[in-house]
């Protein structure tokens, strides 16, 4: 016998094994289709993202609200957009109308409080007016702002009178003239902005945890990284921060 053949015996049962063991468990192979396969690949990339996501915006426990007019369904659904993007969560804040009775009595109570500092000042050129905080009883501020807004004195001024002016700095008050700038204006729409983003603030600060809050409008933007830029400043605020502007919608 030829020394080869051993080794071509060997070689052959060795391919007939290998060949019954393919045969022995083809019946149990089931072939996952190149579609199904794509298709767990993108459902666990896209839980991976998902689970990389922070449902907050700012790089520590807090809270986001968005002030939105309820009639703006047109805003409420492009912030919805941008909420399900950026994969956040936020809740919505109904904002003032500009010309809700509560307007007209916040603009009855300046307009008072100004005749009567301005009664001994002449108002023809910018006056500095002494300046006082008022009282920040959480308990009374609300109720301050009605009555000093609806007593009989405030309630008989004529809303059509001519437009109150922005005050500056603390209390510094510029004549009117039809010349001054729209943003110059104290008009029904600043004051129901202001009361809104006022009423958010004490929503916020009266929370049991006294997480930081974030507050924006229903006309934002913002990036796909806006986690990572906030997270690279956010070690820069003083101990003591109080407030921090993120900036303006044309800025």
Known sequence: MSPALPQLYATLICILITLLFILSHLNSFNPIPLSSRLNQFRKSLSQSLWLQQDSRILPITSRTYVISLPRRTDRFN???VLRTHLGVQWSYFAAEHSNSSLVDQILAGVRF??????KVKDNSTAVTLPFEWPDANRTNISTQLQESSSNDETSSIDLDLEPLTCATENFTLIPYSPQLPAYKILSPSRIACWHSHLSVIRLASTQPDQAPALIMED?????????ERLASVWDLLPADWDIVFLGECWR
């Open 78 to 80: 492009d912030m919805e």
């Open 113 to 118: 409080l100004r005749q009567n500092a301005l």
């Open 219 to 227: 006309d934002v933007d913002m990036e796909v990284d806006i986690h």
